[in-house]
């Protein structure tokens, strides 16, 4: 039932057809019910739901304007905060935390009629690629429930594949938005950095972290950033940069769009991907666009200055999980020191662990010049790569991951191997370009693959345009 | 490079986390896999190269910037609902100086 866009509920509600209460009601129903086979939600909100469908239909009663989302069942991942609705980071930390505000990206979408119907499951404060990281159980992948819908967004991305959203709002850091999309099936897209206001956005590396769209189409994922990009004054790091109207540009060509294919990215891809990919680019020659093969010669280098980068940014902005102020203290602490370490040592799950003590030790005397310093000159010509890229082409196009869904359990023994597969993902967050996953095939295993778009900073425009011109041309 | 159980435990103190010996292990273990790969950061030559903090875009150099203007805030007891120990509108922690 919920297998509606956004247009649909649109012509739906002005058609009479039924009524935003209707449809929040039926909706509700049917995510609790199918919620136990996927785990995508941690939290539902019947009544903040009910309330705000009702002002949709008052507004339809009145005749005035229902706003771009009116009546759109919303899920927000879990490490958005949502004022007197628990946000828990899927963390033991924060699992009664009740936020006292709203997030930006929360407030505007509710301004425009859309309806929040609960929390998604991710990986724990957004660290992880495949949602085994949750203190409250993994989520299974809609499309095949033995394995993992990737991460750290994967309810976000579940609960739109199981249609029991319509579109969610996700987190990007390394890649967790457009890996789960890919996992999945649907559309993913990670805006320019400063594109989304982050107010709100629990902090997990704060020069890589995004707020974007996940949806079963490329329109919906359109019309969400719509509402959502722009300039905010609660968060000095969003750009005071005018938004394009992104509906309207999908309609227009993508022939003679140039596209650039990375030799470093496509060599060494395992086949199966490998082939989805290739024909993804051939079926972008056959609407008309300029093709070339590209080069970022620091591709080899993006996943170890990513983890650098990320663990250095997340061990700072997670010391203030310390007992005192939003978490869970220890009972057992009877002194600060005791408070501070015990309290975090149960709360924190064991990859968070890991980053805060490789970024307090990337960042330790001694050892910051080696690593962190080094790494954010690594940052700089990996920027520099783009830089020239985008010199000849207007977009990149790529794969998202090296593999399809995996199954639960098989990679948790070994985090290291979970980290190289970030390696066409980590790049878009390093350099803040807009960049996007849109389904392109399934493998002989029925497991989806998602093509990634790369564009300029702020040419979200263009790189949804040509995200829909493939969607339509192979739909 | 490999990094050793010793140091783990002295990152684990600035990291203020009281990890188990257990956990020690296999950290030791997982940071040792991490620091390797990260290695491989030595093979480029960076002398002349400015370091990227931040993502950075054309724009005024005050963007960022707004008027210093007072606004309604927090109150008190919403500012504190969440903490797990409280005492008249304070945070409370475990005693940190004898009297």
């Not at chain 1, 470093?264 to 056959?286: C, F, R, Y």
């Not at chain 1, 203030?320 to 009972?331: F, I, L, Q, S």
Request: charged share 20%.
């Amino acid at each position: 039932m919920t297998n509606h866009s956004i247009d649909s509920i649109r012509a739906g509600l002005l058609k009479k057809e039924f009524t935003a209460e209707e449809l929040t009601k039926q909706a509700l129903a049917y995510a609790e019910a199918e919620n136990p086979k996927t785990n995508a939600y941690l939290t539902f909100s019947p009544e903040r739901a009910l309330a705000a469908a009702k002002a949709v239909d008052a507004k339809i009663a009145a005749g005035q304007d229902i706003g771009a989302l009116a009546g759109v069942p919303v899920a927000v991942k879990d490490v958005i905060v949502t004022k007197g609705l628990r946000t828990t980071c899927a963390s033991k930390l924060l699992e009664n935390y009740i936020p006292p505000y709203d997030a930006t990206a929360v407030i505007r979408l509710e301004q425009a009629g859309g309806i929040i119907i609960g929390k998604a499951n991710c990986d724990e404060f957004a660290m992880g690629s495949s949602n085994e990281n949750s203190a409250f159980g993994p989520v299974r992948n809609p499309v095949a429930l033995d394995r993992v819908p990737g991460g750290s967004s994967g309810g976000s991305a579940a609960v739109v594949a199981q249609n029991t959203a319509v579109v969610s709002l996700g987190s990007d850091t390394g890649g967790s938005i457009r890996q789960p999309a890919s996992f999945c099936g649907i559309t993913g897209v990670t805006p320019t950095y400063g594109r989304v206001s982050r107010y709100g956005l629990t902090a997990f590396a704060s020069s890589l972290d995004h707020i974007g769209p996940f949806s079963r189409n490329v329109r919906d994922s359109a019309r969400l950033l719509q509402v959502i990009a722009g300039k905010d004054e609660m968060d000095a790091t969003s750009a005071d940069v005018p938004v394009s109207d992104y509906v309207a540009a999908l309609d227009g060509n993508v022939k003679g769009m140039k596209i650039g294919v990375p030799k470093e990215w496509m060599d060494g891809l395992p086949s199966e991907t490998g082939d989805l990919i290739q024909a993804a680019v051939d079926q972008l020659v056959k609407l008309g666009c300029e093709v070339k093969e590209i080069h970022l010669p620091h591709t080899a280098y993006a996943v170890a200055t990513y983890y650098i980068v990320c663990t250095a940014e997340a061990s700072s902005n997670l010391a203030r999980y310390d007992g005192v102020r939003y978490t869970n203290r220890a009972a057992s602490a009877n002194t600060l020191a005791d408070m501070y370490r015990v309290t975090r040592d149960e709360g924190f799950g064991a990859e968070c662990k890991r980053r805060i003590m490789l970024g307090t030790y990337v960042l330790s005397a001694g050892y910051y010049d080696a690593y962190y310093l080094k790494a954010q000159k690594v940052r700089a010509l990996i920027a520099q790569d783009y830089a020239k890229a985008f010199e000849q082409v207007d977009a990149i196009v790529g794969p998202v991951s090296p593999h399809p869904a995996f199954k639960l359990g098989e990679k948790v023994e070994d985090p290291s191997q979970i980290y190289l597969a970030d390696i066409y993902t980590v790049t878009g967050d390093l350099t803040g370009i807009p960049c996007m996953s849109v389904p392109c095939g399934k493998t002989a295993d029925g497991l989806p693959v998602g093509l990634q778009i790369l564009t300029k900073h702020f040419d979200e425009a263009g790189m949804l345009r040509l995200a829909e011109a493939y969607e339509r041309s192979t739909n | 490079m490999k990094i050793t159980e010793q140091e783990v435990r002295r990152v684990a103190e600035l990291a203020q986390l009281a990890l188990t010996d257990d956990e020690i292990v296999r950290m030791t273990h997982d940071m040792s896999a991490v620091l390797v790969h990260i290695d491989k950061l030595n093979e480029l030559d960076t002398t002349n190269v400015e370091p990227m903090t931040q993502v950075l875009y054309e724009a005024e150099e005050t963007a960022t910037l707004r008027a210093d203007v007072e606004k309604p805030s927090l109150s008190n007891s919403e500012a504190v609902a969440n903490a797990p120990v409280t005492s008249g509108g304070y945070y409370k922690v475990p005693r940190v100086i004898e009297r």
